[in-house]
């Protein structure tokens, strides 16, 4: 997510670049008033202040004033800015009661501790943060010869070619097996795949095909993966620990919030220090929830795996006419 902020930061530039330049060159505006530095800073105001207004049909704003109400990751469902038509203007419904003197707490959206430090440059302490997960990227392999008309059948059960699913701490989305059965699949007859399609999307069955349990497949490629990414971090999770304990031993109490505080962790970004070292003992608490988060996830997988190993006489087989 951080790449793609930073594409888009240089696109823009790319793109207002010259209009500055030429503009700079006319006399119509001074010389460095416009800079890229000045782009980034925008973007960071975008990032971190923009209100999505779902009741006017998502019509994004700055909201002045607003926009000072701190995060609560347990707010109920609802908690946010919106515009009011009655009253005609924007309002935030509270979940809870409030005694004259207490702050007041909205919710930015069901977001991970590493998508609030990413836009809002602050995060509550991840083992609170009961929306954190690990994205994982899945999606029909381009190599694979039926991959057209997956794509095309993925899109009729209303799902995506390439898909982020969430992994939690309390496991993966139910539709997570399913889609991985499917675009694992290796029909030898091209009809069977709308089939396949049918009974998996469908009727909610994961079938043996030509004798390969694709439940079994899409586990094994689950635990797979899981493995994979675990190994992929640049840091062990000893020097992750140590880092988020010892020195986020500050940012710990820095991103703490005002006390006192409802449980969970409530932060705003007026709360956190803004020293690099905070920033990476927050960085290296994500990371530490991230291993435990894969690593539950693959324990999950493999002990469905020794659930259904062995002979899959207690499933269906897709059979051709």
């Known amino acids: ?30 010389r460095g008033v416009i800079t890229r530095a000045s782009l980034n800073w925008a973007f960071g105001i975008l990032l971190s202040r923009l209100v999505r207004l779902p009741g006017r049909s998502g019509t994004q704003a700055l909201i002045p004033w607003a926009d000072f109400l701190n995060h609560d990751a347990q707010a109920a469902e609802g908690t946010h800015l919106d515009w009011d038509a009655e009253s005609g203007s924007v309002v935030l419904v509270a979940d809870r009661d409030y005694t004259p003197g207490q702050q007041v707490y909205a919710s930015y959206g069901p977001k991970s501790s590493g998508e609030l430090l990413l836009s809002y440059g602050f995060c509550p302490p991840p083992a609170t943060n009961p929306h954190n997960a690990y ?3 899945l999606g029909v392999d381009t190599a694979d010869p039926l991959a057209d008309l997956k794509k095309q059948l993925l899109v009729k059960y209303g799902l995506s070619s390439s898909m982020e ?5 309390d496991g ?28 998996i999307f469908g009727s909610g069955q994961i079938p043996v095909l030509d004798g390969v349990d694709l439940e079994l497949e899409a586990l094994r490629e689950l635990s797979r993966r899981c ?24 940012a710990g109490q820095a991103a703490a919030g005002p006390a006192p505080e409802p449980a969970g962790g409530v932060v705003g970004a007026d709360d956190v220090g803004r020293s690099s070292a905070v ?9 530490v929830r991230e291993r435990q ?3 539950r996830c693959e324990f999950i997988a493999s002990s469905r795996l020794k659930e259904i190993r062995g002979p899959a006489s207690g499933k269906g087989e897709l059979r051709r006419r």
Request: charged content about 20%; hydrophobic content about 50%; aromatic content about 4%.
């Open 1 to 30: 997510k951080a790449e793609d902020i930073i594409r888009a930061a240089d696109a823009s530039w790319l793109e207002l670049e010259p209009v500055v330049r030429q503009a700079e060159g006319l006399g119509s505006l001074p």
């Open 135 to 137: 994205h994982l990227q």
């Open 165 to 169: 699913v969430p992994l939690r701490i």
């Open 172 to 199: 993966y989305p139910s539709v997570l097996v399913p889609y991985l059965a499917f675009v694992l699949a290796k029909p030898q007859v091209v009809s069977e795949t709308a089939e396949l399609a049918e009974l």
């Open 227 to 250: 493995t994979a990414q675990l190994k992929a971090y640049r840091t062990s999770m000893e020097a992750d620990r140590a880092a988020a304990a010892g020195a986020g031993a500050g």
């Open 279 to 287: 920033r990476a003992a927050l960085c290296a608490g994500i990371r």
């Open 293 to 295: 988060i894969l690593q």
